[in-house]
Nanobody
Framework: QVQLAESGGDLVQAGGSLTLSCVAS????????MGWYRQGPGKQRELVAR???????DYADSVKGRFSISRDSAKNTIYLQMNSLKPDDTALYYC???????????????WGQGTQVTVSS
C-alpha cells in the first residue's frame, strides 16, 4: 500500500524560501513518476514539478528557475525546494506517486494529504 506524507509547509514572506518533503512508503522510485502538485484558492489542482524513475525532471512554466525537485532514494523522500516565493504560490501542495506506465494521469496514482504553503506580500 502506497503512503505519502508531506511536510514543510509554512507561512513565509514573498521572496522567501521553503523546502517541502514527501516521505513515500510502498513506492519504488525507479518505477514511478513522483510529482508535486498544488491547488490554490478557487483554482484547479496543477502540476508543479515531477521527477521520473530515470531522474528526468519537468516543471510548470510558472516555477521554472525558482523551484527544484529532487529525491533521496535512501530516505524514500522527495523534496521541493522553493525559492523566490510569490503570493501566487500560495496553495495546498500535494505529493503524488504514479506508476510510469500510468503517468499520463496522476489520478491513477496515489496522493498525500497535502501541506499548506502561504506566501504573504
Amino acid at each position: 500500500q502506497v503512503q505519502l506524507a508531506e511536510s514543510g509547509g509554512d507561512l513565509v514572506q514573498a521572496g522567501g524560501s521553503l523546502t517541502l518533503s514527501c516521505v513515500a512508503s510502498g513506492v519504488i522510485f525507479s518505477m514511478n513518476v513522483m510529482g508535486w502538485y498544488r491547488q490554490g484558492p478557487g483554482k484547479q489542482r496543477e502540476l508543479v514539478a515531477r521527477i521520473t524513475g530515470g531522474g528526468s525532471t519537468d516543471y510548470a512554466d510558472s516555477v521554472k528557475g525558482r523551484f527544484s525537485i529532487s529525491r533521496d532514494s535512501a530516505k524514500n523522500t522527495i523534496y521541493l525546494q522553493m525559492n523566490s516565493l510569490k503570493p501566487d504560490d500560495t496553495a495546498l501542495y500535494y505529493c503524488n506517486a504514479v506508476h510510469l506506465r500510468l503517468s499520463h494521469d496522476p489520478n491513477l496514482g496515489s496522493w498525500g494529504q497535502g501541506t499548506q504553503v502561504t506566501v504573504s506580500s
